[in-house]
């Protein structure tokens, strides 16, 4: 069993991405410098430079010999293989116990108990009296009301879509669906912004480059002209020193962002643990779906493609008690008409595993520009139109805050 986890150590030292994809925890190795290994990694020092630096220079060769036995293809195989052999370990020793307080006298049924206690330790979960749920759901209305900190809801910064919502939930799958120049990637961008002024915020952008990012946001911010920012045509006084506060903004939101165009979801996913392990993370947003790599290299259809990767992001948001936004296109069905569920692209599963999705919608009503976003599903919760303003100049929704509640 040392060399399935020296192995394995040493696959996920060559390829920190496979951290994310595998339940192992430090205690399931019986290696001690393995367990040790592991937990560095999980802290968030996934590369042999770093962790040698961690847990000393002492034991370089030793993490030299595990890559020399890394089999990528085979970690998880090898996670699996780990996890029962500590299984294993921990019931041979409640069967010794258990035959010790037999032999001792001990009735069949009291030494049954330890051993029951240590096959459901191994359980990933367990039933819950609903007493307690009702009490949780309780100390988490009270919270909200109280306006605590460790609130589960974090307000989107649109009071009309969290009047529907109640803003943006931990644990939470939502999805942000549009056709092309609806907005989907500026109301997106507008809900980070606000969120990143009290949480942490990742920004995984497929479709966008880092710069595009930054000229969004400090349009948004500053309401300048997106173009002028973007070909450096501002020329007033006072649009320099607009931008000059949005950048000031800026600097004091917790907000990380990851250009990289080659992504998967369980590569984004694995990224997320290892920055939520470093610094934390209550929202994640990727933009956007269609364009991430398939998770499997099997030629499997695009809509069970779909299926693995809406599944590996609603994975994440439960683990990592985080939301996590993630932006689709509709089809072309949508053009010219009002979004509805039914026109969600390449997959049922989008529908299926999202607990909200959010439509915004740009059309035209007597001659005036009107914009909504759409609560086209809420799972805890009612659908409705939350009315917004579209600000083309800066691509950017902006509230329209309703007093109503």
Same mark, same amino acid.
Not at 106 to 131: F, H, K, M, Q
């Given at each position: ?13 060559? =390829? ?40 000393? &220079? ?63 330790? =191994? ?15 309780? =100390? ?15 307000? &989107? ?54 710069? &595009? ?46 250009? =990289? ?145």
């Amino acid at each position: 069993m040392k060399k399935v986890e020296e192995a394995f150590i040493g696959s996920c030292l060559l =390829n920190p991405d496979l951290i994310g994809l595998v339940s192992v925890k430090p205690e399931h190795f019986r290696d001690k410098l393995c367990s040790h290994v592991w937990r560095t990694m999980l802290a968030g020092h996934a590369d042999p430079v770093s962790v040698c630096r961690e847990i000393g &220079s002492e034991h370089e060769s030793a993490l030299s010999a595990m890559i020399g036995q890394a089999y990528t293809s085979a970690a998880e195989k090898h996670a699996r293989e780990i996890i029962e052999a500590y299984r294993k370990r921990v019931f041979m020793s409640a069967l010794v116990v258990a035959h010790k307080k037999v032999e001792s006298g001990e009735s069949v049924d009291a030494s049954l108990t330890g051993l029951i206690a240590a096959a459901d330790s =191994n359980c990933d979960s367990e039933y819950r009296p609903v007493v307690d749920l009702i009490v949780d759901a309780y =100390n988490d209305m009270k919270a909200r009301h109280d306006g605590a900190d460790d609130n589960r809801f974090m307000p &989107s910064g649109y009071p009309d879509l969290d009047f529907y919502t109640g803003g943006i939930e931990r644990g939470s799958l939502v999805v942000v669906a549009g056709r092309p120049s609806m907005g989907k990637s500026a109301f997106a961008m507008g809900v980070c912004q606000r969120v990143a002024e009290s949480n942490a915020v990742c920004f995984s952008s497929i479709e966008m480059d880092n710069q &595009s990012v930054a000229f969004r946001l400090m349009a948004s911010i500053s309401r300048m002209d997106l173009k002028l920012l973007r070909t450096g045509a501002v020329i007033s006084s006072s649009a320099w020193e607009g931008a000059a506060k949005s950048v000031d903004t800026i600097k004091k939101l917790n907000f990380h962002i990851d250009d =990289n165009p080659k992504r998967s979801a369980g590569q984004i996913a694995a990224q997320a643990r290892r920055h939520h392990a470093k610094k934390g993370l209550d929202l994640l947003m990727v933009d956007y779906l269609g364009l991430l790599d398939p998770e499997s290299t099997k030629d499997l259809p695009r809509h069970l493609q779909v299926g693995e990767m809406t599944r590996v992001f609603k994975a994440l948001a439960k683990q990592l008690n985080c939301c996590v936004m993630l932006l689709c296109q509709l089809n072309r069905e949508a053009d010219g008409k009002r979004p509805t569920l039914a026109h969600l692209r390449e997959s049922g599963s989008i529908e299926q595993d999202s607990d909200v999705v959010l439509m915004p919608y740009r059309f035209q009503e007597e001659g005036n520009d009107r914009a909504v976003v759409i609560v086209a599903k809420n799972r805890n919760g009612p659908t409705g139109d939350a009315p917004m303003a579209w600000v083309g100049s800066s691509a950017s929704y902006e509230s329209l805050a309703r007093e109503d509640f």
